[in-house]
């Protein structure tokens, strides 16, 4: 599911949408999983905002933000959601499950 402002504002009807007809769905951010999504991979939001935090820092104490660097997300985080995965009959292998960033029960 790729994440865009509609699919965010409906999370919770497509999360349901998805359960309803069994299907296993895989989202950007982890506030799909908290949700009750199944799974997600993505960059990690909050370390985003501190990034963009340190930015709006260094503009305020002077630097020009057409001198600052571009930055790239390198945090990703995947999570997955066993209750999910429980009630949609699947069982990650524990060689999944033991890269994940958070297993949520």
């Known amino acids: ?4 402002p509609v699919t965010v504002t ?7 949408q998805a359960a309803k ?8 951010y982890r506030f799909y999983v908290t949700s009750g999504g ?6 990690d939001i909050f370390d985003l905002h501190r990034r963009a ?8 104490k002077g630097e020009k933000p057409g001198e600052l660097p571009v ?3 390198d945090k990703f985080e995947l999570v997955i959601n066993l209750k999910t995965a429980k009630a949609l009959n699947l069982d990650p292998p524990i060689s999944l499950l033991a890269r994940t960033d958070e297993v949520i029960e």
Do not use: E, T
């Open 38 to 43: 199944l799974a997600s991979y993505g960059v």
């Open 71 to 73: 930055q790239y997300a």
């Open 10 to 16: 409906h999370r919770k009807l497509i999360i349901a």
């Open 1 to 4: 599911m790729l994440p865009n």
């Open 53 to 60: 935090a340190s930015y709006v820092d260094r503009i305020l």
């Open 21 to 28: 007809r069994r299907l296993p769905a895989v989202y950007a």
